[in-house]
Each structure stands twice: as structure tokens, then as C-alpha cells.
């Protein structure tokens, strides 16, 4: 069986994306798929083009984006499909997590050259429509010649698939406790959550077993009860374990559970497109029900 839908979809306006909306709606008609998100992360620079673009074709655009909010300390990573992409509030969260990343991205690469590292905010910053993530900023720095002569770099230009090197160095350089973490200054996901209704949007939960969120059922029941609306239990991040955990919480919870291969292209090369399988048309039928009783 093949997927229906993926609700997890990033485009070259991420900047850790690679394919143009064009490109990702042409691979989804390839691919059989009934609707898809292009959820960038805090960006709704794909729409409306991509909405556009998909117009009188099989595919169905269901405009998202995927924003950083913090819970506690904690990074997570909210879904808002069905959002009106061009909302004023919608835009200001935008606006407020992109000032948030500006600010961590220069704190991290001025943290990598106090350790002797040689990266420049330019050359971090350079073909892309928004802040580096950790894994660009990575990229970026593996990919300059001068790079293969530090020895600390070594390992990460003889690991087994090459492409995986800039996440291996995020784990060891960026993660809490690493010699260039910074913490996060993002918006409160229960802000976003209790407004979420103001511009139409589904808040769905991404990814909630990546080691970076972990949520706990605790947690789950506290975000259901200020507003959310799905978990994203079919995901690339996800074990046979964890699929069948968050599935009974989901189910336990009333949380409508979704499907999204989180697909980024070149910087994720063991997420093909349209690889979750378990993705549903009816998923996208639960969460527009969800929106009508809100």
C-alpha cells in the first residue's frame, strides 16, 4: 500500500530544503499522492505559490509550516496545517521565532570560532532565505576546503554516507552539554497553541519521539488541553516502538493521528519522498472535522 498523503514536506524555503514547490508537487503526482503539506520550518514563503501551482491537479496543497516553539526548555516542533499562511498573527510568530534564530545561528558560529573553527556568518548564510539551522551552519563548514586540514573534522569526512556528516557534527557540537550549545529563545508553544484557532490552523505535533522533544504522555495531555489537535505518529523519526506508543496515546487522547516523512531532499538522504506509507486521506478528513467543532 502507498501513501495517500504526506503532511510533512520541506521545500528550498527551509534552508535546510533542496526542491522547489513545483518540484515536490510534480514528485507528489508521480508518487500517487492525494494532498501534501509543504510545511517549512517557521517559513510560509512556498505559498501561495504552491497552492497555485497545484491548482486543477490531482494533488490537494493543505498550506503549513512547521514552527519552533519551546515547551519548558524544551524544542518543539508544532505542524499547523489548514493555517491561513498570509495572517497577520500567524506572520508575527514567523517574524519572532526568525529573530530567535538569527540570534542563535550568530551565537553558535561565534562559539565555533572561539574553539578554532573557520566559518563566517556570511558563508553560513550564504543561498539561503533563512537563518541557518545547526545542521546548514555544519554543512557549510564541511563543505570548505580548509576544513579537511583540521584534525577534529576528520571523522566526519570518513563517515560511512557523507551526506550524514553535518548531523554527526550537530550531535556532538550542538546538542545540550556540547562545546557550541546555545539555548533556545523561541515562542511558547502554548501561546501559539491557544491562538492557533485565530488563523485556521490544525496544530499538530511533529516528530514527537525525536530525541530532541521526547514527549511524554504528561506532556501530550497538557498540550491536548490547551488546543492541540494531532500528533504526528507515522514519522521517519519513529521506531516500530515509538510508532505503536504515540498510536495508543493518540487514540487515548483523541489527537488525530497523522502521517509526514519530514522529506528535506540532499541534507536528509535516508528519508525518501513519499516513504511513510501509513499516510491517509482520512487523516486529513479528522483534523478539518476537528477544525469545524473547535
Request: glycine content about 6%; proline content about 5%.
Amino acid at each position: 500500500m502507498f501513501a495517500e498523503v504526506d503532511l510533512h514536506i520541506h521545500s528550498k524555503y527551509s534552508s535546510d530544503g533542496d526542491l522547489s514547490p513545483l518540484e515536490i508537487i510534480s514528485l507528489s503526482q508521480e508518487h500517487g499522492l492525494r494532498a501534501i503539506s509543504i510545511a517549512d520550518h517557521d517559513s510560509v514563503a512556498a505559498y501561495p505559490e504552491a497552492i497555485e501551482i497545484a491548482q486543477g491537479l490531482s494533488v490537494e496543497v493543505i498550506p503549513s509550516v512547521e514552527l519552533t516553539t519551546l515547551y519548558d526548555s524544551r524544542e518543539f516542533h508544532l505542524l499547523l496545517p489548514f493555517a491561513q499562511w498570509d495572517h497577520p498573527l500567524l506572520l508575527e510568530f514567523i517574524r519572532k521565532v526568525h529573530e530567535a534564530r538569527i540570534i542563535e545561528a550568530k551565537e553558535r558560529i561565534a562559539k565555533l570560532q572561539l574553539l578554532g573553527f573557520e566559518i563566517t556568518w556570511e558563508e553560513a548564510i550564504k543561498g539561503n532565505s533563512s537563518p541557518p539551522l545547526g545542521v546548514v551552519i555544519a554543512k557549510k563548514l564541511l563543505e570548505k576546503n580548509s576544513s579537511r586540514n583540521d584534525s577534529r573534522l576528520t571523522k566526519y569526512f570518513e563517515a560511512r554516507n557523507i551526506r550524514l556528516a553535518p548531523y554527526l557534527f550537530y550531535e556532538d557540537y550542538f546538542r545540550p552539554g556540547r562545546p557550541a550549545y546555545v539555548p533556545k529563545r523561541m515562542v511558547s508553544i502554548f501561546e501559539v497553541l491557544n491562538r492557533a484557532s485565530e488563523f485556521g490552523a490544525a496544530p499538530v505535533l511533529a516528530h514527537p519521539g525525536a530525541d530532541f522533544e521526547l514527549a511524554t504522555f504528561d506532556d501530550l495531555k497538557k498540550l491536548k488541553d490547551n488546543g492541540l489537535i494531532g500528533l504526528e505518529v507515522f514519522s521517519t523519526y519513529h521506531n516500530e516502538k515509538m510508532t505503536a506508543f504515540y498510536l495508543e496515546i493518540a487514540q487515548e487522547l483523541d489527537l488525530v493521528p497523522t502521517a509526514g516523512s519530514d522529506f528535506h531532499g540532499r541534507i536528509k538522504p535516508h528519508v525518501a519522498f513519499g516513504c511513510v506509507r501509513e499516510g491517509r486521506y482520512s487523516m486529513v478528513e479528522s483534523l478539518r472535522q476537528k477544525i469545524k467543532r473547535r
